[in-house]
């Protein structure tokens, strides 16, 4: 089945350290997202590429960075820098990064600050 | 810059009701319009989407119209179901930097009883 997965389904992580959060997809499509939902909250771009090894700053980048050196993978690393990061991280991707294409998204990862 | 704003929640009908989620917008440009449903701990899908003024996009029952002249894509369906529970975002694509950002709106929680 093609379709997008995001590891782990919760995570916890101590102050002060990095972590990264995986995602793959299988779909061929070019275009990569990362969001981030709070609760009440609707989804904010962090990080978006277009193709492999270019990504660009969405609206809310600090502290976090990303690596496209796959088609099928755009990995998210959560760091130190950033100063809230307990929340709910979306990944998505879509075939091109056209105005109206539908974009999928994985089931997401449930980030915990300790 | 580009802005989503929803009905504010949560929405509690009993089954067979008609629903009507407002969503309104702000965009600088002709952005298209979606709505993305989001079931209980899974990411989000594409409910249906609209490109242009005056189109109508539908899917499962539900139906949204494109009004440029009140910037409006409110949701309607007819007659809900229990199945249909679920966290509603309206979203926007933006194309900055020649490539589409999906803004969202902050989501409007719906509960049907039976």
């Known amino acids: 089945d093609g379709g997008i997965t995001q590891s782990p389904k919760y995570l916890f992580r101590k102050e002060g350290q990095n972590v990264t959060l995986s995602c793959e997809q299988n779909?061929?499509?070019?275009?990569m997202y990362w969001y981030r939902q709070d609760p009440g909250q609707g989804l904010r771009l962090i990080y978006y590429?277009?193709?492999?090894?270019?990504?660009q700053k969405g609206d809310i980048a600090e502290g976090y960075s990303v690596s496209r050196e796959k088609k099928e993978s755009f990995p998210l690393t959560v760091t130190s820098a950033q100063k809230n990061p307990t929340a709910f991280y979306l990944c998505?991707?879509?075939?091109?990064?056209?105005?109206?294409?539908?974009?999928?998204f994985g089931p997401g990862t449930r980030l915990t600050v300790l | 810059g580009d802005s989503v704003t929803q009905m504010e929640g949560p929405v509690t009908l009993s089954e067979e009701a008609f629903l009507t989620i407002n969503c309104t917008y702000t965009?600088?440009?002709?952005?298209?319009l979606f709505w993305y449903v989001q079931y209980p701990g899974e990411g989000l899908q594409l409910l249906l989407k609209?490109?242009?003024?005056?189109d109508k996009g539908s899917n499962k029952g539900f139906e949204a119209t494109y009004r440029k002249e009140t910037t409006s894509f409110h949701l309607e369906k007819g007659s809900v179901q229990v199945s249909d529970s679920a966290v509603y975002f309206c979203?926007?694509?933006?194309?900055?930097?020649?490539?589409?950002?999906?803004?969202f709106g902050q989501g409007t929680r719906l509960t049907i009883n039976p």
């Open positions: 979203a926007l694509s933006d194309l900055g930097k020649g490539a589409q950002k999906l803004v």
């Open positions: 779909l061929n499509h070019d275009a």
């Open positions: 998505a991707s879509s075939i091109t990064s056209g105005r109206a294409e539908e974009q999928f």
């Open positions: 965009a600088t440009g002709y952005p298209s």
């Open positions: 609209a490109t242009k003024a005056d």
């Open positions: 590429s277009q193709i492999v090894n270019d990504f």
